[in-house]
T-cell receptor, first 112, second 116 residues
């Protein structure tokens, strides 16, 4: 597509539920990144893929967070047993394999 | 600790005035440097980037930034601000040019308000 597409744009869920956030990168982009942005802060790195391989997951805060990119295109970030502290804007970015990264509009996640 | 610092949380300028947003980083090597802009309800848009070469880089929307190695700074400037420039601005860094890990490290952002 023309840009990075994230869905849903907004997600409200109850504490304890699982959520799945989707990212569709720019066509042909090899690298895909996930970031989390708390209110009043800059985005913080979560994880990174080259094609389907997860190259770095050191930014995932705990084992409730996981990500996959099975066919080297669309990626899903999953949060299990959500907690209120998981509320944030989740951003996806893609690149041709280096820099710069191109960002989607993000998913605003609110945990009640 | 290594970091990206944007010392101004909020800046207010009048339309037509000049603008400078500050960014300092504490990584040892010369990193890749970026400025992104975030308008309400929208994603992060790349304004400009510095990889190498001329230390004064031009970006979109009339913005420019200057890399100063001696000061570890990459300040964003615009000679005449328009009301549509009101947004949040983020400085970002890829610290290690030789690394295949392309993660960006962001500053906390500077919110720009423009008065008519």
């Amino acid at each position: 597509g023309a840009g990075v597409s994230q869905s849903p744009r907004y997600k409200v869920t109850k504490r304890g539920q699982d959520v799945a956030l989707r990212c569709d990168p720019i066509s042909g982009h090899v690298s895909l990144y996930w970031y989390r942005q708390a209110l009043g802060q800059g985005p913080e790195f979560l994880t990174y893929f080259n094609y389907e391989a997860q190259q770095d997951k050191s930014g995932l805060p705990n084992d409730r967070f996981s990500a996959e990119r099975p066919e080297g295109s669309i990626s899903t970030l999953t949060i299990q047993r959500t907690e209120q502290r998981d509320s944030a804007m989740y951003r996806c970015a893609s690149s041709l394999g280096g820099q710069p990264q191109h960002f989607g509009d993000g998913t605003r996640l609110s945990i009640l | 600790a290594q970091s990206v610092t944007q010392p101004d949380i909020h800046i207010t300028v009048s339309e037509g005035a000049s603008l400078e947003l500050r960014c300092n980083y504490s990584y040892g090597a010369t990193p890749y440097l970026f400025w992104y802009v975030q308008s309400p309800g929208q994603g992060l848009q790349l304004l400009l980037k510095y990889f190498s070469g001329d230390t004064l880089v031009q970006g979109i929307k009339g913005f420019e930034a200057e890399f100063k190695r001696s000061q570890s700074s990459f300040n964003l400037r615009k000679p005449s601000v328009h009301w549509s420039d009101a947004a949040e601005y983020f400085c970002a860094v890829v610290p290690d040019r030789g690394s295949t890990l392309g993660r960006l490290y962001f500053g906390r952002g500077t919110q720009l308000t423009v008065w008519p």
